[in-house]
Every structure is written in structure tokens, then in C-alpha cells.
């Protein structure tokens, strides 16, 4: 029995996988998600061992779902679609698991199969990752996050800085402050946010001003005065980036 | 009574000539008052030799000539205006005046009086918008009748002496003024006669050509092909009544229709010299059978005896192929079928222009069609198959219902042909569709529909109102997480100059603005389709407030539609 989380924006598209694959006996249901930011916070907080994700949904596709989640950490992804002529091109192209809408059983068998033994030859040995970029989007569009009981779309280029704490990654815009579904190291990855600190990013567009500090690290001021903490090591490197000379 | 004969005598020989004449293409232009100066000059030489003709013609009596000198001068006139009417009454005159005799300078003032007179009356008509009427033999016999009494009297107020004028007079008058009143009646009952063929040949002429024009139009906007070819070959053989009657395109025969259609098969290369020269320079060639021989390059054993080949041109002069007329070998060609041919050439040049941008008009609008069903997004039917097979399990109610409103859906796609629709059928289409996205889309979506029932019953272009609807979920509510909303509102706005016909599609998604605002192919499609219809001040308008609603609005005039 493996771990599956179902995310279709559909409501009878989620009931029929969730029934099929309840059929099989071989895995385990353990949630079914409306939409990509709701999936992503259950992948963050529920682990599975593979996700069912459709592509087309609201305001977070599940391409860019997937391109939100660090491929260190990645769970099986069988991707599911009722129709896109692109996608499935791509899809055969990296023999990347794929379903078609309607689900036909067997199909969904030689998947569940294909999965099962990948997944055992995991616990053996370090199977090479399966590399999903070919389809996904290299920058973010948005940003999930999550505030109180509401989500909420950040457009990057708003966030002036994010850092790494104990209660997650928060992002900080000129004037709000937002946890983020997100591990900084995507944040990095996917936006135009640089590391300027083992727990922080800056946006490069927001710096007002590089304060140089005795011991030769130093701190930037955004353009709305918030702050952050620049570490030795990367100091050099937004130095060189703005091309001043250390 | 002698002088009587003998002057009727001079007359009829005078006539002969006159009606020899009008068998000559010179008496054309004297048919038709033109005013032109071609007309006024060929009016001058051939009156002014009348005149002439006449004096000779005249009979010497008694120191002087009786004539038929005023027939010439009155009819110069008449028929050329007062200035030709003076001149060739002067030239007339100074010719009879150079014969000398005691009536000479009489007779030349009451030659150029006569022409002055006929000409009058030619401006008198003229500014009566009557001018027809110096036509009438009656007319011209009253005014020569008045010019040659008019005559009479200057003989005797200028002949000197008075006693000899006098005497002349009582003998040459009622002679002269008979057979110069007769005659110039008779020679324009003459004219008349010409003018009258010519018009009957004219009228026969504009109304074969017309009957054909009006038969054959249209015929071409299937395109200039062996079907539409036949049709207009048939219509142009009944008309002209020729022997045969062949299209052809630039390689073989389209349509052949009368004598010899034996041998003359549709689809057969072209193999005559004459078409192929008419092909190649563009012009026309004729075979008459007579002087250049005409022999059928298919069979030897042919009836056909001569040929007429015109080619069809294209606007830009390129040949698109040729018709053909055939005359069989004891008939000749008649002129007016020759040049009605000619005619018919450029009339079906042009049908064949018109033809093909109608066709192409109407290829655009049925592919335009074609496009909005080929609309029909995989996405949606896949999808929708998918929400199907997972309702049947639970509810197989709910799964038969949805297979009938999509198969409704698809059914209404499939009526390609219909270009309008009330708007309750477009409503009906626009059920079956949302019912669907409904049942997939769930709690997250919220149709409210809201149209004046009056104007259910009206007209609109099909797929108006679907392609919108389709475009407010599939690029709108579809795109949001929390519930999708749309209204349908149908309303009568009145305006000071018209009342509209309003039809919006509004969505909560406001995606519009942010889209770029490209309107898809389906919308454009849409847009067109009633500008064409209503006019350009018509069709969508698109608006919309980011992240708040995107409005989709039709308009449309309600006066048309009664019209309809």
C-alpha cells in the first residue's frame, strides 16, 4: 500500500480516481485536493508517495504546482488530463506517467504497477530523479500563501524579501507580511529573489541601500525599509553582481 | 398642269437618288439629332448638295427655273438647326444666283429664307423638348408649304421687273409649292424609315442582350465550371438563335450546345486553330466560311460553317477561356449576333469576376461557421465524458440527463447550414452546454439568466450567444478558486434614433484586461458576423475591470429585424 493524494479541480474527476483507485486495493487515499495550492500545502504537510495532479486548474496549474516543489523531496507525479494535445507530446516525449480522462482501469493498473516497483528499487537504491523540467515553467507566475483562512497569490516581483524562520518561509512585501507554501531554496530557484543570507533572499529591484558592517558582513535596506542580515559569503557575490569591487 | 407633271417628274428622280442614299451608312447620322459638329457638318454637305441637285434638276422657264431647290434648304434646317439651315439655304443660293436670270437675286434671299425657316422650327422643338417631331412628314410638308410661299412672295418683292415676276409666279407657283412640299415629306419619310429599322435593330439588340444579362446572372457564383458553363451557353443559344453555342476554358471544352454536338463533346482538348489563336493573343477571331474558309478541326463531316471565337478576359487581361459561336453552313453570320457576341464576352468576363468573389464570400462564411464548431474544445467533451462516467456510478438519473444535453449540444453544432436562429433555440443550445459545466463545475459555479421574454422570439446569427458564455467560463470562472458567477441579461435600449437589442454575457473573473485583451478567434468570429448583418456600428464590445468582472455586450438594431 502506497501513499496517494488526488488534486483535480473537478469534484467528480477527484470522486472517479478516488473510486478506481480504491478498486485496486494497492494504495491508499489519503486526500483529494480542489486545487494546486491546496495540494501543495498537503505534499508539504502529508508526504504521499504519489500524487495524481491534473493539469488544468484554477489560477495554479499543475505544471507550476509541480515546479513549486523541491525535486530533492519529490513524490511520484502521474499526471492526469482530460485533453492537451502539448502536454501529452511531452509527457510520451520524457516517458513521464500520464492518465487520460475518462480513466480506463487497466491503464490505471499498469500505472499503480510501473510505480510499485520504482518505488521498492527506491528503498534499495538512489534511482535517478526523474527530471521534470522540460514542462515546467522555469520563473513563477505566483506565489501561494497562506494567511488567514484565505490564499493569496503574490505576484514575485512584489516580494521585497523572504526569509527562512521556525514558523516557516515569510515573505515581506512594502507593506504586508505572508507565510509562503514555499522552501526558499524554489523561491531562489523560480523567482528573481537572491540569497543574501543562508535564511534570507533579497529582491535585487528592492535594495535601497548596502549598509557595510565592521566585521565584514553587512545589511540591506529595502525600499521600504525593511531589513536584512547579509552574510559574509554572499556579500561577495551581490558585490560582484552589482559590479562593485570588494 | 405640265409644269405640274413634269416637276413631279424631276421629283421622282430627285427621291431615287435621296433613297439610294440612305442605304449608305452617310445617312446614319442624320437619324438622330445629335448636335454634335460631325452631325452638323454631314447635315451641311449632303443638304447643300441637295440643294444644288435640285436647281439642276430645275426646269428653265421664262428666264428663270422652277425647282425643287427647297426641299434641300428646309431639310438642311430642319434637321442641322439654323445655322446649317442658313448655310446650306446661302450655298444653295449663291450657286443659284451664279445661273443668273432675272429671278436670281430673289431666289438666292428665298433659298437661305427657306433654310433659316427649317432651321427655326428645328430650335422651336428643340426648346419644346419635342425635336422628334421634325421627323413627321406632316410637319415638313406645313413648313415647306409656308417657306415656299414665303418664296413666292420675295420673287415677286424683289424681281424686278414686277410684271414679268408676277407673271412667273402665277405659273411656277402652285407647281413649286407642290412638289417642294411632297417631296420634302417623302424624303423624310424617308429618313424615318432608316431611323425606324435602325431602332428596331437597336431595341432587338439591347433587348437580346439584356435577356441574356439577366438570365445568366448568378449563374457564375458556383464558379466558371462545365455545369455553370452549360447553363449559360443554353441561355445564350435560345437567345441569339446561332447554330451552336461552345465555352471553353483554356484547355478543353466546357459546354457545347446546338449543331454538331455529336462530335462536340464536353471535356474534349481544344484542337481549332482559331481558339487557340484567340487564347493565346487574348483577341478575338472569326471565320466567316466565305472569304477565310471554316472547316471543324474534330469532324470533316461537320455542318458547322463558321465560327466566331471571343475570349473571356480576366481582370488583368489574361485569357480564362473562350466562347464560341458556330453558324452552320448554309446560314451566315449574322452582324448583329457577331456583335451581340462581343458583348456577351465582357457581360461573362464580368459574371465570372462577380462569380468567383461571391463564391469566395460565401466560402469564407461557411468556413467562419465551420470554425465555430470545430470550436467545440476537446478539453470540454473529454472532460465532460469524464464527469459523466464518474456520475453514472453514483447517480445513473443524473448520467442519462447529461448525456442527452450533451448530445443536444452536439446536436445543435451540427446544423451547419443555418445562418440565424431565434434567440430562445440560442438559449436552448446555451442550456444544454451549461447544464454540463454546471454538473462539472459544481458549487463553483453560478449561472443566473435573465432575458426580456420579447425578445426571445427574435433573430440572431447562429452561435451568437454560446461562443460568449463558453468564453466566460473557459477563460473566466474556470480560472478562479473561489465561485464562479455569470449573468445572461437580454434587454431592449431605446436611443433617440433606434431601439437596441442588448445581449451581455458578464463573468466575475475580470481576466479580460489582464489577457491582453485579444479577443479569441470565436469572439471575432462573432463580431463579424453581426457587422456584416446590422452594420459596423454594431456587434461585441468587450469591457472589463480587473479581477472584477469582464462584460461581453452584444448589440444589435430591432428595426431590421421586421424588415426581415
Known amino acids: 500500500m502506497f501513499k496517494v493524494i488526488i488534486i483535480d479541480d473537478e469534484h467528480y474527476a477527484r470522486e472517479e480516481l478516488n473510486e478506481l483507485l480504491e478498486e485496486t486495493k494497492l494504495v491508499e487515499v489519503i486526500a483529494q485536493c480542489a486545487n494546486a495550492i491546496e495540494g501543495l500545502k498537503a505534499i508539504h504537510s502529508l508526504k504521499p508517495d504519489v500524487v495524481f495532479l491534473d493539469i488544468h486548474m484554477p489560477q495554479v496549474t499543475g505544471l507550476e504546482l509541480l515546479s513549486m516543489l523541491d525535486p530533492d523531496n519529490m513524490p511520484?507525479?502521474?499526471?492526469?488530463?482530460?485533453?492537451?494535445?502539448?502536454?501529452?507530446?511531452?509527457?510520451?516525449?520524457?516517458?513521464?506517467?500520464?492518465?487520460?480522462?475518462?480513466?480506463?482501469?487497466?491503464?490505471?493498473?499498469?500505472?499503480?504497477?510501473?510505480?510499485?516497483?520504482?518505488?521498492?528499487?527506491?528503498?534499495?537504491?538512489?534511482?535517478?530523479?526523474?527530471?521534470?523540467?522540460?514542462?515546467?515553467?522555469?520563473?513563477?507566475?505566483?506565489?501561494?500563501?497562506?494567511?488567514?483562512?484565505?490564499?493569496?497569490?503574490?505576484?514575485?516581483?512584489?516580494?521585497?524579501?523572504?526569509?527562512?524562520?521556525?514558523?516557516?518561509?515569510?515573505?515581506?512585501?512594502?507593506?504586508?507580511?505572508?507565510?509562503?507554501?514555499?522552501?526558499?531554496?524554489?523561491?531562489?530557484?523560480?523567482?528573481?529573489?537572491?540569497?543574501?543570507?543562508?535564511?534570507?533572499?533579497?529582491?535585487?529591484?528592492?535594495?535601497?541601500?548596502?549598509?557595510?558592517?565592521?566585521n565584514g558582513s553587512a545589511e540591506i535596506i529595502t525600499r521600504s525599509l525593511h531589513h536584512a542580515p547579509v552574510s559574509r559569503r554572499y556579500l561577495k557575490l551581490i558585490k560582484d553582481r552589482f559590479g562593485l569591487i570588494s | 398642269m405640265d409644269l405640274v407633271l413634269l416637276l413631279l417628274q424631276q421629283l421622282s428622280v430627285y427621291l431615287v437618288i435621296a433613297y439610294l442614299l440612305s442605304k449608305t451608312p452617310l445617312f446614319i447620322p442624320l437619324t438622330f439629332i445629335s448636335g454634335r459638329k460631325s452631325h452638323r457638318i454631314a447635315c451641311y454637305v449632303l443638304f447643300s448638295s441637295f440643294c444644288i441637285l435640285g436647281t439642276y434638276f430645275g426646269l428653265s422657264i421664262e428666264n428663270a427655273i422652277a425647282n425643287t431647290r427647297a426641299i434641300g434648304a428646309v431639310m438642311g434646317g430642319l434637321l442641322g438647326g439654323p445655322l446649317v439651315g442658313f448655310a446650306v439655304g446661302l450655298t444653295g443660293g449663291l450657286h443659284r444666283y451664279s445661273m443668273g436670270g432675272f429671278t436670281d437675286i430673289a431666289c438666292a434671299i428665298s433659298t437661305t429664307t427657306e433654310g433659316l425657316i427649317g432651321g427655326l422650327l428645328h430650335l422651336y422643338y428643340l426648346r419644346k423638348g419635342k425635336i422628334d417631331n421634325i421627323f413627321k412628314p406632316s410637319v415638313v410638308l406645313s413648313i415647306t408649304l409656308f417657306a415656299e410661299i414665303m418664296q413666292m412672295l420675295i420673287i415677286l418683292l424683289v424681281a424686278k421687273p414686277f410684271d414679268q415676276a408676277w407673271l412667273l409666279v402665277q405659273s411656277i407657283a402652285i407647281p413649286m409649292i407642290l412638289a417642294n412640299s411632297v417631296g420634302a415629306a417623302l424624303f423624310m419619310s424617308i429618313i424615318q424609315d432608316k431611323k425606324a429599322i435602325f431602332e428596331k435593330n437597336y431595341t432587338a439588340f439591347s433587348n437580346k442582350a439584356l435577356r441574356i444579362a439577366q438570365r445568366s446572372v448568378g449563374v457564375f457564383s458556383q464558379g466558371f465550371n462545365a455545369v455553370s458553363c452549360k447553363k449559360i451557353a443554353a441561355i445564350i443559344y435560345q437567345e441569339t438563335g446561332v447554330g451552336a453555342v461552345s465555352i471553353t476554358d483554356r484547355d478543353k471544352i466546357l459546354a457545347f450546345i446546338g449543331v454538331g454536338d455529336d462530335h462536340h463533346v464536353c471535356g474534349t482538348v481544344i484542337s481549332s486553330d482559331y481558339t487557340i489563336q484567340a487564347i493565346e493573343h487574348g483577341e478575338i477571331t472569326y471565320a466567316d466560311g466565305y472569304e477565310m474558309a471554316y472547316q471543324c478541326s474534330i469532324s470533316p463531316s461537320c455542318k458547322l460553317g463558321s465560327v466566331l471565337v471571343i475570349p473571356l478576359l480576366e481582370a488583368d487581361g489574361r485569357v480564362l477561356g473562350t466562347i464560341k459561336l458556330y453558324e452552320p453552313k448554309q446560314k451566315l453570320f449574322s452582324t448583329l449576333n457577331r456583335s451581340l457576341g462581343e458583348g456577351l464576352a465582357k457581360l461573362l468576363s464580368n459574371q465570372i469576376l462577380a462569380g468567383r468573389y461571391i463564391q469566395q464570400q460565401n466560402l469564407l462564411n461557411q468556413s467562419e461557421i465551420r470554425l465555430l464548431h470545430a470550436q467545440v474544445n476537446p478539453h470540454f467533451l473529454f472532460n465532460t465524458l469524464n464527469t459523466i462516467s464518474a456520475v453514472t456510478r453514483k447517480d445513473p438519473h443524473k448520467a442519462r440527463k447529461l448525456i442527452q444535453h450533451l448530445s443536444q449540444f452536439f446536436r445543435s453544432n451540427l446544423k451547419q447550414n443555418i445562418e440565424q436562429v431565434t434567440v430562445q433555440e440560442e438559449l436552448d443550445h446555451v442550456q444544454a452546454y451549461l447544464q454540463i459545466e454546471l454538473a462539472r463545475f459544481e458549487e463553483r459555479l453560478c449561472v443566473d439568466i435573465n432575458i426580456d421574454e420579447h425578445l426571445l422570439v427574435l433573430n440572431i446569427p447562429t452561435f451568437t450567444l454560446q461562443p460568449l458564455i463558453e468564453n466566460a467560463i473557459k477563460h473566466g470562472t474556470s480560472t478562479l478558486l473561489e465561485k464562479g458567477e455569470i449573468n445572461i441579461n437580454g434587454y431592449f435600449s431605446k436611443t433617440n434614433k433606434e431601439t437596441l437589442v442588448i445581449l451581455e454575457v458578464i463573468d466575475n473573473a475580470g481576466n479580460y484586461c489582464k489577457d491582453g485583451k485579444n479577443i479569441g478567434l470565436g469572439l471575432q468570429i462573432v463580431d463579424k458576423r453581426l457587422k456584416n448583418k446590422y452594420g459596423p456600428q454594431y456587434g461585441l464590445v468587450m469591457s472589463c475591470k480587473t479581477g472584477i468582472y469582464t462584460k461581453a455586450m452584444i448589440s444589435f438594431p430591432l428595426i431590421n429585424q421586421q424588415a426581415k
Open chain 1, 76 to 214: 511520484k507525479v502521474v499526471f492526469v488530463t482530460a485533453y492537451d494535445e502539448y502536454a501529452v507530446k511531452a509527457f510520451e516525449d520524457n516517458a513521464f506517467d500520464y492518465l487520460l480522462k475518462p480513466v480506463e482501469s487497466q491503464r490505471l493498473h499498469k500505472t499503480l504497477a510501473r510505480i510499485k516497483s520504482s518505488l521498492e528499487l527506491d528503498k534499495i537504491q538512489q534511482t535517478e530523479k526523474i527530471d521534470y523540467s522540460p514542462v515546467l515553467n522555469h520563473k513563477l507566475e505566483l506565489i501561494p500563501c497562506s494567511g488567514f483562512n484565505r490564499i493569496l497569490l503574490l505576484e514575485p516581483n512584489k516580494i521585497e524579501i523572504a526569509m527562512s524562520e521556525q514558523t516557516g518561509v515569510h515573505l515581506l512585501t512594502d507593506s504586508d507580511k505572508f507565510t509562503a507554501s514555499l522552501s526558499l531554496k524554489i523561491l531562489e530557484e523560480k523567482t528573481e529573489l537572491i540569497r543574501c543570507h543562508r535564511q534570507y533572499l533579497i529582491n535585487p529591484t528592492c535594495i535601497r541601500e548596502i549598509k557595510l558592517l565592521d
